[in-house]
């Protein structure tokens, strides 16, 4: 076994530690590129001799693809290229390779309505709009299916004959159930037994799309021997760079990839879509091409997030202690496998120390386009079942409903039910914070409802690459891997200033293509800030090491001699001798004399990561005439481990919560008879605007990662997780019944206030 | 070949000229042929603002307009915002505010916000809410830019 990293055994984490930069707020050193417009998105790449690519798409939901005749296409001035499945290696269906063929291009069947088909460059738009009109492509119609429960059903249209499910002994059959997961821990029937109160409830949650506001957008270069060089808006440089070397059969060194600017992703850009047919096109056009996807693709055929349906049941006594949970779970995943439902069952409980546990989930295929992570992957939707759930039961036994979480809060030592356990977690500190803050103590205002939930998260570590480079004037340059979602280029710097005791504004970060280091994992799990700062980190320390051996050298000392504080090398102790100490600049200025540049480099896979809680406080009105719910309040109070940069710690509350916000209450995939989306525009799948949404409070609570050298343990995902579970809560206060269905959207909370009243008999 | 229509547009205080076809759009012109990418495309149907400049004056979806309408008229895009290397006060509030996060939205939110600026100097947050309605971050929840602009007003007034 290899020997672990020092820095993951010993962080250096020192509570008493006072900080300079780290905890502060400057202003982020790409912010001044966006505010001018001169920050280079997806799109924003333009090169000689350039062609626009655009993509045919299926319009049927389910069909085999019995011919495709690109030669018309071929033939219209102006077009250089047009490609189809026969220009894309075959891979064997099935695998995970087989799949990724298949979705960035049909092969033998058309799954979705919007899986590519086809695609032409041309010197312009309108010559390749007219180009795609001219592909004909034979569709023989299949049956199709939506409903992932009605995908379950033995009737079923069936997606792939070849599927079997996973996790169930002697599947022989095709089925669109791609596996049976089933995780659990201690007795539950001997739980249940022993619970004075149980609520059982069924949930269902729509698709949802991540909303990114820029479009996938990419340039394919290519050159006569083979190199590819890509440039495209991407979380995942490194994972894009492989994968397409696996399914376009080109070695990675001949892969070039250069990450923009991402104008948001949120999970949905982690996997690839026009990126594969825009290199295909340039080798065959031998030009650069450029795809933009339009809005409406971005829809039919990239990102969302499963809709799923769940039973939870939980059982407490009657002074709060939760006795046994129960849950069984379906996943949609669109055509092929990838939802990481898996996450769900590990995350959906884990907050409360609970002893018996059983789930059992199950991830089914169906007609749609093939689902795509979005922050903490699978678990919102069903943290929206279980806090409906604890809810209730808190109510029921006559408990506020923080007490109820706090009396049942895990702490550090718990076992959790995916094996880890837990170092020191901040959730009691985040329940007591939520307590003691303004909103929770102020009354609820008449006429509204008030609702809370809680939710966690893993955060996650993994493989992670990063160079620190130090000038010859002491100014300090990085070259980070992983992409910047959201301000972590200035939190890693602030990181390395502190390290190195300069001003952050003596740094600058730079994003590496994928020639320029070893391989990132993809920027997702709220891991990029943790474990890029954790490699930075690392590369300061072993800079700073350098520098007191080049100390020494200037001194005629033993590198032992010298130490390190608020950016000088000292000699250590009096007996080294009288030095006076020299600043990184003045060693840096002697690099020439001594043994040439400094600079420090680390690549690990970053274990350690410190797992994430939130509470959140929400109120709310509800129109009784329109069942339109209006957000008064909102409050997000969450355990950062450490706060590295306040107001993008903050903005990631925020954003979170408006998210879940629009989750809650308008966003969902709307299908047709046809298997067609009916919704794919921003006017028809409405997003959260301004007027939509109040300030959103935040209340960051510190409870250190001991892992990390500044205690951070990551702040992506968890924002998102109670949000809708929140607003239902809130709503049920409102008007007496709690939503069990997503987007709880006016029509459907009318009929629930209409029923209500019938059944109380007005 | 479709037909092309030679068009003469001042953009940020420069006249340009350029050939079009009759269905592209400003957005288009302007990313493509003239190279100011710094107008972005959201969606292309006028819903989410962060195309925003204005045509002679008018806050306008870039999307929305044809390229060969805006002949002779005066455009005025983000690349334009700042006064050589003096930042406006709502570029400054939105670094110092951080009322950008990836920026994708950035541009048409801060032409938007200084059409509203021009407009009603002291506006209430409800009132900036409802201005912006127009312009979608999917980032920020939008909190962080409301402060922004409600900082850069302040500081505009003097106040
Ligand atoms: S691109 Fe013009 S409004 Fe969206
Ligand atoms: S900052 Fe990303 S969309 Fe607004």
Redesign the pocket.
Known sequence: MAQAHPILENSGFNPDKKLKIVGSSPIKHDGLDKVTGRAKFGADMFLPGMLVGKILRSPHAHAIIKSIDISAAEKLPGVKAVICRDDFPEIKAGSADGDMTRNAMAREKALYDGHPVAAVAATSESVAKAALKLIKVEYEVLPHVIDPVEAMQPDAPILHDYLRTKGVKGADKPTNVVERYELGMGDVEAGFKEADVIVEREFDTKPMHQGYIEPQGCVAATTEDGQIELWCSTQAPWVYRDRLSNILKIETAKIRIQQSEMGGGFGGKTGFYPEPIAIQLSRKAKRPVKIALTRNEVFRATGPVSGTKSRIKIGCKKDGTITAAEAELIFQTGPFTGSAFTNAPQAMFTRYALKNVKTVSYEVVSNRPKVNSFRAPCVPQVVFGVEGVIEELARKIGMDPIDFRLKNAATEGYKTIYGDVFGPIGFVETLQAAKKCDHYKSPVPAGQGRGTAAGFWFNRGGETTGTLNIGIDGSVTLILGTTDVAGSRISISMMAAEELGIPVDKVRAVMADTHSLGFNRVTAGSRTTFSTGMVIIDSARKAITELCKRAAGIWGVSPDAVTFEDGFCKPAGANVGSFEPLSIAQIAAKTMATHGAIAGHSEMNVTGAGPGFGLHIVDVAVDKETGRVDIKRYTVVEDAGKAIHRLQVEGQFQGGAVQGIGWALNEEYCYGKDGRMENPS?LDYRMPVASDVPMIDTEIVEVPNPRHPYGLRGVGEVPVVPTMAAIANAIGQCIGVRPQSLPMSPPKILKLIDDHKAKNGG | MAKKYHITTTVNGDEYEYLCEAQQTL?DVLRDELQLAGT?????????????VTVDGTMV????VLAVETDGAKVDTIEGMANGNELHPLQRSFLELNGSQCGICTPGILIAARELLKRNPDPTETEIRYWLAGNLCRCTGYDKIIRSVQAAAKEMRGA
């Open positions: 921003f | 957005l972005k495309e959201g969606c292309a149907t006028g819903d989410c603002g962060a195309c925003t979806c870039a999307c929305l």
